[in-house]
């Protein structure tokens, strides 16, 4: 056996000085914080565990930066603190940096470490796979591990442009859970756990899922609002907290906290950087996995550059401008989805509707916008700018709070839309976003039947029932 693949595997075994090493924060000695995904991990892992219930293969897929490896090693955690089974930790990164196939790292493992086959286990192990999809054969080889380690808990981080699109025989088998970007109230759970002296108030766990019944399923504006006033008696002691500086701490949450890897970064132009460098690691390394046949990287970040300064996609524009054809940028678009680097929406219409119109393509997380505009603008961005980012911030919401389909945008030549129409209910809700706004006019002139309005601004501080329509501030919109 190759020596450096002798001492991989040496080191596979998960101990307790490598837990803790990979769950503390070097310098302050503080426990990075978990996420409310990790809820779900728990569970999974605790119920194949104890008593063999499925799912036993789970996939972290998400943006670099979303923190999938921090929750893999905070899974191994809590098996090898209520569990005691053994773990193996595997970075297939290393692993492709050594020349070594994963396949055959498994079969050396059963051989040197196991010293007998998966098939042949008696008691349950985990198995834990960081960035898997660097290996060429990945989904192959997993497949494999799925049907002879039937009692091994098998846990994988790695890119979503290709854990989402895997195989149809691998998807059966895998339950992936998408990591998006943080939710403000994740990020209020990580500043208490990173600065306990300040006895910082999070928000109660009632909350999100109450304001998403309220504000997307109420039969009218009438209902919704009352059902937000149930409510308010605990958003307001989170969002009165003067010691936190709630408008200054949302504000840099949509520029840059909404990533949790950068918590520990204070200086803008670093962070700014490290987004940019997240971009080309996606194009070079992420979607030509995804499409070999495309080499020209250089048009990719044109477009995704383009893209920042305005969301509406015209294929015919863009081709011109890019320097491919039209087929290409639907193509490069579906590809820059798939990588989870955009949202994009479909236009409010029927099937004819949605093939003929142009789509609209939003940022995965406004801090990707913000990085690519400052390239353009420096870090001060024009007011019309700002506002794109809020955009990128409520799609982001919509995505992880409601299902894709029932969320499109209203399009019209030389029309005033609101901004996203919500298919809920007999009819739909017509949803616009402001800027200090409080009209809302673009909803009652809007041509669409619509249950009600929903106007999300910071111009209104608590919900008001205007025109059916509600008025909502966009802090009350950061905790769902």
Not at 399 to 415: A, Q, Y
Request: glycine share 4%.
């Amino acid at each position: 056996m190759d020596e450096n693949l002798k001492y991989y595997l040496e080191n596979t075994a998960v101990t307790k000085p490598a837990i803790e090493s990979r769950l503390t924060h070097p310098i302050t000695k503080l426990r990075y914080p978990t996420r409310l995904v990790y809820i779900h991990l728990k569970k999974y892992a605790q119920d194949f565990l104890k008593s063999g219930a499925e799912p036993r293969f789970v996939s972290l897929a998400g943006l670099r930066g979303v923190g999938k490896t921090t929750l893999l090693w905070q899974t191994a955690h809590h098996i090898y603190t209520n569990h005691h089974q053994e773990i193996y930790f595997f970075n297939v990164n290393t692993l492709k940096n050594l020349g070594i196939d994963l396949h055959i790292a498994l079969e050396e493992f059963q051989r040197h470490i196991l010293k007998k086959r998966f098939h042949e286990l008696s008691e349950p192990i985990a198995l834990l796979f960081d960035e898997v999809h660097d290996d060429d054969n990945w989904g192959k080889t997993l497949k494999i591990l799925y049907d002879e380690a039937r009692i091994a808990f098998i846990l994988c981080t790695g890119s979503s442009a290709l854990l989402l699109n895997s195989t149809a025989d691998l998807s059966r088998r895998m339950h992936t859970l998408k990591i998006l970007p943080f939710s403000f109230s994740e990020l209020l759970h990580a500043k208490r756990a990173l600065s306990p002296e300040n006895e910082i108030l999070v928000p109660d766990v009632s909350i999100s899922p109450e304001l998403k019944e309220a504000l997307f399923f109420s039969e009218s504006a009438q209902v919704a609002l009352e059902r937000l006033k149930k409510i308010s008696p605990l958003i307001h002691p989170v969002l009165n907290q003067t010691h936190l500086e709630i408008a200054l701490l949302q504000k840099q949450y949509i520029d840059f906290l909404n990533f949790p890897n950068l918590l520990y970064y204070d200086d803008e132009i670093i962070i700014t950087n490290s987004i940019l460098d997240l971009f080309k690691r996606i194009i070079n390394e992420d979607i030509p996995k995804l499409n070999p046949s495309f080499t020209e990287f250089i048009k990719i970040e044109r477009l995704i550059l383009r893209l920042a300064g305005s969301d509406e996609i015209n294929p015919s524009t863009l081709a011109g401008i890019i320097g491919v054809k039209q087929n290409d940028i639907h193509e490069l678009i579906d590809i820059l989805a798939k990588a989870e680097l955009l949202n994009v929406l479909l236009p409010f219409g029927g099937l004819d509707t949605k093939i003929i119109k142009n789509k609209k393509a939003f940022f995965m997380s406004p801090s990707l916008r913000r990085a690519l505009l400052s390239t353009l603008y420096g870090q001060n961005l024009p007011e019309q700018l700002k506002s794109k980012l809020i955009e990128d911030m409520i799609v982001m919401y919509l995505r992880r709070v409601l299902t894709d389909g029932i969320i499109s945008f209203l399009s019209g030549n030389n029309v005033a839309n609101p901004d996203f129409v919500i298919e809920t209910r007999d009819k739909p809700i017509l949803l616009e976003i402001g800027t200090n706004k409080t009209s809302t006019s673009q909803i009652k002139q809007s041509n669409v039947g619509y249950r009600y309005g929903l106007l999300v601004s910071n111009g209104v501080t608590e919900p008001v029932l205007k025109d059916d329509c509600i008025q909502i501030p966009l802090s009350w919109f950061l905790l769902l």
